[in-house]
Structures are given as structure tokens and as C-alpha cells.
């Protein structure tokens, strides 16, 4: 323990010491001031990001002042504890004599990310991720940092490695333009239930028989709406949804598979050629951490992806922050009917064709539940189930050959339809804490006012929020305290009359 009034001194380190780094010296000098004395450098500095200071200012820090610094400015310090937040940084931090511990806690890149993006708006959603992911991880800190090398780093590595060869195998599919999940060609989404109409416009190459349900049909969507499709590959159901919605929505696709997304892309002409509409977008990014504002989407569809995930309740909890209120789901996916066989869960195979990320049924519903959203319905669909069984794709009947013998994959799998919808009020955490200040203030609670203070300060609401919500709660029990002064002096003149009339 350092000596400096009982408080741990940390530094973070990354490249550039441009963003990571920064936000995450700037999250523990506001969340744990009291217990952390937080530096940051980089091994190459490079200067600070201007990105990384407008997402930062959003929620009420600024990191303006601050400056990318080389490690060696900083050689001759001491410090508990040494955190690398990239992957280089990692590779190359020195030897450090001063350290106590040096950990790693490894977060996405948000310049390499934005590289990629197709605007201004998918790029920003970056930031705020990684910026959120950053101060999730401060936030438990010290606490976290005795186990973050082992069970944080090894979920860690699990989950990139599960992320990685499935992003790896989509690129491959996208590549040779061959279905995962069935027969590609026009037959593969009529079979699924798409109208022969609705497929006519779609650009060519689209349909690659990647679903399992028809989640834009049972979406009802309107014109007008702006609907979001997680997992869009080449985009069938976004150029589907399209149409639907009409030149004033919008449809809004997103995938981590560059070359998916590079083949939806070079549809969106063909497809405005056909339709007259450009109302398409497709952006990259993981469905969980969505690039898309809160409370911007009317409808979210998906569509035999939601299971691929390694963290299917984030993804749910994504979808209810991008919902408006009373925004819809509308979801195809794959859901175990009991326990699959060690041999079947293990298997590449089982994890690219959507069936080994699946979880047992009965645990999605309350997962949506808990996400915050209402009315969820999870409808079992074994149809698709026996059409993939009666499919020659190599992937499936390697699935089913590490089957017990005289079993089949509808003994272990379901296709299900899961509706649900965001209720309308649904007050944000920040929204809370805020009322919760302004009622502090109200009833004069002055051990309330500071665990609520506290509690905002956490959560990064900004000053100006706070001293908001405090005028406010000023003002009501002014009026209150002016409201009983009138019914005191009516009641001491009571004159056995009515209330409000003086008498003697």
C-alpha cells in the first residue's frame, strides 16, 4: 500500500496514452478518488484523441487538460499496481522495478474500430463502449484487481476466442457465398416463410439461408419506423424490412463481420435502383455493445444470432437501451429443448451453425425479463428444426453424426420466435438518482442527500445535472413549505365555519 493517505497508487498504461488510458485515469480520479491515486502514460505518445474528450465530456469529465505522457516520465515512481488496457501495451510495457503488480485488462481499440464505421454516429458508439466498459471495470476496483488475472482474463479469453472464430467462420462464409444454416438460393428464405413479393427486390446474393424464422413477419412493421436488425450478414431482412417501413423509416443493420457487412453494403445501390428508397444503413459493431444511440429504435429484429453471443443477457439489456418506449423485439433464434452432449457443445461446428451458444428454453424468457423488457413471448418452432435435419449441409450432418446413435437434432433443438416490447416509462439509472436528490433536498434529509450525491457522482452524472436536480428540489419545498404556512393560518382562524374564513 502506498503511502499517500492510505490510498493505492495505479497507473494505466496503453499505446498512445491517446484514450484507454485516459479514460481510465479520469474514471478512477472521479469514482474513486478517496481509495486511488490514478496516473496514465503510454509507450508511444501520441495525444489526446478528440474523440475520446467529447465522450468523456458527455458524461461530465473533462480530460481536455489532460496530456499523453511517456512511460518515462513517470520511471522513478512508485506504484501498487501497473495495468496495461491494450493488447500492445501488454507486449511491450518495460520491466517495471516500481511496481508492485503489473495486470492486464485488455479493451477494444475505439480509433481502430471508428476506422471502419460508416459515419460519424456509428464511430462515436465506439467510444462510448469502450468508455463505458472502462468504468464498469473501475468501478470495482480495488476489489476486482486481486482476481483479474485469473477469472476476469480467462472469461476474457473465452469469450474473444468464441467471438473470434465465429467472426472467422462468417468472414469465411461471406467469402465463398455458401449458407451455414441451409441451402442458399431464393428457397432458403421462402421456406422460412418470406413472401415470394417481398424477396423480389432484394439485391442478388442476399438470401444465403442464414436464418431460422422470419422475424420481420412477425414484427408487423410499420411505415415510418425505424427498425434495427442485430447480426444482419448480408442484409435479407434489413432490405426486407426496408420496404416495409417505407421511405420516412429507416432500416439499420449491424454486424462484426467486415466482409458481411462489405457484401450488405454493395447491395444498397442495386437496391435503390429496384425500390427507389434509400433508407438502408449497415454499420460494423458487436450486438453487445450495439453503435447505436438509447432510445432511437422502434423495432429490433434478429435472426439466428442473438445465441452466437458469449454474453446473451448484454445483449438483451443492449436492445432494451436502444428501444424507445414501447419499442417492439421481434426474434428467430435457436433455443435447447434439454442439455447437448459434451461431444455436440464442443464442437466448431455446433457453435458456427447456431446450436452450441444456444441456451435451455426456459432461460430465455426470464433473461429478457430481466433486461428490463415486458410481455416477453418465446414460441417454440420445431418446423425449421426438421427442415435442417432433411438439409445436405456438411455442417449439420457433422453435427448430427456426434449425436447418440438414434437421436436426432430435434431431440436437443428448437427454433422459437421471441416477442417482447420496452415498456413506456422506464426511468434510466441516472434519472433516478437525479429525482431521488431532488426529494433529498425536498424533505430536508441531509444523510439522504449525500448517498444519493454520492451515488450520482458514481454513476457520472454531471454537475450541472446535479445542481439541477438540488434547485428543484429547492423549489418544491419552498412551495410546500409556503402550501402548510396557508393551511396552518387556516385552521388556528378556524371559526367553526369553513376553512378560509377568519374569524375573531
Known amino acids: ?53 467529447a465522450v468523456m465530456a458527455e458524461v461530465g469529465i473533462n480530460i481536455s487538460a489532460q496530456r499523453s505522457k511517456h512511460i518515462d516520465e513517470l520511471k522513478d515512481m512508485r506504484f501498487d499496481y501497473v495495468i496495461t488496457v491494450c493488447d500492445q501495451a501488454r507486449q511491450s510495457c518495460p520491466i517495471w522495478p516500481g511496481a508492485g503488480k503489473v495486470l492486464h485488462v485488455g479493451f477494444d481499440d475505439p480509433p481502430a474500430l471508428a476506422s471502419s464505421a460508416a459515419n460519424t454516429d456509428e464511430a462515436m458508439q465506439h467510444y462510448r463502449r469502450v468508455r463505458d466498459q472502462i468504468k464498469a471495470f473501475v468501478e470495482g476496483m480495488p476489489e476486482n484487481l486481486s482476481t483479474v488475472v485469473g477469472r476476469a482474463t480467462e472469461l476474457e479469453a473465452m469469450h474473444k476466442d468464441s467471438t473470434e472464430t465465429i467472426r472467422q467462420a462468417y468472414a469465411e462464409i461471406a467469402r465463398s457465398e ?63 424490412a426496408a420496404r416495409k417501413v417505407g421511405p420516412k423509416g429507416k432500416a439499420i443493420g449491424v454486424d462484426m463481420t467486415a466482409e458481411m457487412l462489405a457484401k450488405a453494403r454493395a447491395g444498397i445501390e442495386q437496391f435503390r ?56 423485439v421481434a426474434v428467430s433464434d435457436l433455443v435447447l429443448l434439454r442439455p447437448l452432449p459434451d461431444k455436440v457443445k464442443g ?75 420496452k415498456p413506456e416509462a422506464v426511468l434510466s439509472e441516472r434519472v433516478k438518482e437525479l429525482i431521488a436528490l431532488g426529494a433529498s433536498v425536498t424533505a430536508n434529509c441531509h444523510p439522504c442527500l449525500r448517498y444519493h450525491l454520492d451515488k450520482a457522482r458514481q454513476l457520472g452524472i454531471d454537475r450541472s445535472s446535479i445542481l439541477q436536480a438540488i434547485e428543484v428540489g429547492k423549489m418544491v419545498r419552498r412551495g410546500a413549505a409556503g402550501q402548510m404556512d396557508g393551511l396552518i393560518k387556516e385552521i388556528v382562524h378556524y371559526d367553526g365555519g369553513v376553512y378560509g374564513k377568519q374569524g375573531r
Open 347 to 421: 464442437s466448431i461446428e455446433a457453435l458456427v451453425g447456431c446450436v452450441a451458444g444456444a441456451i435451455l428454453v426456459e432461460q430465455l424468457g426470464p433473461m429478457v425479463e430481466e433486461a428490463g423488457l415486458a410481455d416477453v413471448s418465446v414460441e417454440p418452432r420445431p418446423d425449421y428444426i426438421q427442415r435442417m435435419a432433411d438439409w445436405s449441409d456438411q455442417l449439420y450432418r457433422r453435427i448430427r453424426e456426434a449425436l447418440p446413435e438414434g437421436e436426432g437434432l430435434g431431440d436437443y433443438v428448437t427454433s422459437a420466435y421471441v416477442t417482447a416490447r
Open 273 to 328: 435502383q429496384r425500390t427507389g428508397l434509400s433508407n438502408v444503413e449497415f454499420r460494423l459493431g458487436q450486438i453487445e455493445y450495439l453503435p447505436v444511440a438509447d432510445a432511437s429504435v422502434d423495432v429490433v429484429l434478429s435472426n439466428c444470432v442473438i445465441n452466437l453471443s458469449a454474453d446473451k443477457p448484454q445483449v438483451w439489456r443492449e436492445i432494451a437501451r436502444v428501444l424507445k418506449p414501447g419499442g417492439r
Open 178 to 240: 455458401k449458407s451455414c444454416c441451409g441451402p442458399c438460393g431464393c428457397t432458403a428464405a421462402t421456406a422460412l416463410g418470406y413472401d415470394q413479393a417481398d424477396l423480389k427486390d432484394i439485391p442478388d446474393g442476399t438470401d444465403m439461408g442464414l436464418g431460422c424464422g422470419n422475424p420481420v413477419a412477425l414484427a408487423s412493421l410499420k411505415e415510418g419506423e425505424v427498425v434495427l436488425d442485430l447480426g444482419c450478414g448480408p442484409g435479407l431482412d434489413v432490405f426486407v
Open 1 to 53: 500500500m502506498s503511502a499517500t493517505k492510505g490510498k493505492i497508487k495505479v497507473l494505466f498504461v496503453c499505446t498512445g496514452n491517446s484514450c484507454r488510458s485516459q479514460m481510465a485515469e479520469a474514471w478512477a480520479r472521479r469514482l474513486k478518488a478517496d481509495q486511488i491515486e490514478a496516473y496514465s502514460a503510454g509507450i508511444r505518445p501520441s495525444g489526446l484523441d478528440p474523440r475520446a474528450v
